[in-house]
C-alpha cells in the first residue's frame, strides 16, 4: 500500500506563473519530506527537504509547506521556468538515519513557454 | 565531483541468463541503496547496506542479491532473471543533511529488460 501519494500524474504551467505539485502521506510517524526531480535518463536529484517540526522551508524559487494534520505536502514553483519540466518525486523519511525513504509515483511537471 | 556511477546504463537479456548491475560511490558514504522504479508505483528499495558485509532486505527483495565489500560498491545480482524484473533501477548513496534529513544520492539509472 502506497503510504505516499501523488494523485496528479501530470501538471502544465505556463512560463512564469506558479507550479504546486501535492503530495499526501498516510504514516504519522514520518518525520521528514523531500522532494526530487527528475529528468529524463537521470536519476532523481534533491530538491529540497522539510523537517515534521515545521509548516514552510523555502529556498529559492522552490517552497515546501507541510500540514501535518491533513497529512499534506506541496511544492511551490516561483516563478516556473521551461527548465523545471521534470518528474517530480516526492519520498517520506520515519526518522534521521531510516533505512528506507519512501516515494509517491511521481508527477510530470511541463512548463510552456 | 561527487556522484554515483552505475553500469550497464541499458541491457536486454534473456530469462534465466545471471547479470550483474555495478554501483559505485565516491563520497565516502556508510550506506548504499538500490532502488526499482516502476510505472505506477514509483521508486521501491530492494536491498540497502548499512556499511561494509552489512546488508538487509528492503520492500522488494525477492529475486535479488547484493554484496558490499568494499565501502564504494555495491553490485546488484539478479541469479537468474525474469520478465518480471524488467525495470528501471537506481543505486544511490545517503547522508544525512543539516537538517536531518536522509539525503540519497542517485545513479543515472540502469534500464534493465528481461525477455
Known amino acids: 500500500d502506497q503510504q505516499v501519494k501523488q494523485n496528479s500524474p501530470s501538471l502544465s504551467v505556463q512560463e512564469g506563473r506558479i507550479s504546486i505539485l501535492n503530495c499526501d502521506y498516510t504514516n504519522s510517524m514520518f518525520d521528514y519530506f523531500l522532494w526530487y526531480k527528475k529528468y529524463p535518463a537521470e536519476g532523481p536529484t534533491f530538491l529540497i527537504s522539510?523537517?515534521?517540526?515545521?509548516d514552510k522551508n523555502e529556498d529559492g524559487r522552490f517552497t515546501v509547506f507541510l500540514n501535518k494534520s491533513a497529512k499534506h505536502l506541496s511544492l511551490h514553483i516561483v516563478p516556473s521556468q521551461p527548465g523545471d519540466s521534470a518528474v517530480y518525486f516526492c519520498?517520506?523519511?520515519?526518522?534521521?538515519?531510516?533505512?528506507?525513504?519512501?516515494f509517491g509515483t511521481g508527477t510530470r511537471l511541463t512548463v510552456i513557454p | 565531483e561527487a556522484q554515483v556511477t552505475q553500469n550497464p546504463r541499458y541491457l536486454i537479456t534473456v530469462t534465466g541468463k545471471k547479470l550483474t548491475v555495478t554501483c559505485s560511490q565516491n563520497m565516502n558514504h556508510e550506506y548504499m541503496s538500490w532502488y526499482r522504479q516502476d510505472p505506477g508505483l514509483g521508486l521501491r528499495q530492494i536491498y540497502y547496506?548499512?556499511?561494509?558485509?552489512?546488508?538487509d532486505k528492503g520492500d522488494v527483495p525477492e529475486g535479488y542479491k547484493v554484496s558490499r565489500k568494499e565501502k564504494r560498491n555495491f553490485p546488484l545480482i539478479l541469479e537468474s532473471p525474469s520478465p518480471n524484473q524488467t525495470s528501471l533501477y537506481f543505486c544511490a548513496s545517503k547522508r544525512i543533511s543539516s537538517s536531518g534529513a536522509n539525503v540519497l544520492t542517485f545513479g543515472a539509472g540502469s534500464r534493465l529488460t528481461v525477455l
Open positions: 522539510i523537517s515534521s517540526i515545521k
Open positions: 547496506s548499512m556499511n561494509v558485509e552489512v546488508t
Open positions: 519520498a517520506a523519511s520515519p526518522q534521521t538515519g531510516a533505512n528506507n525513504l519512501f
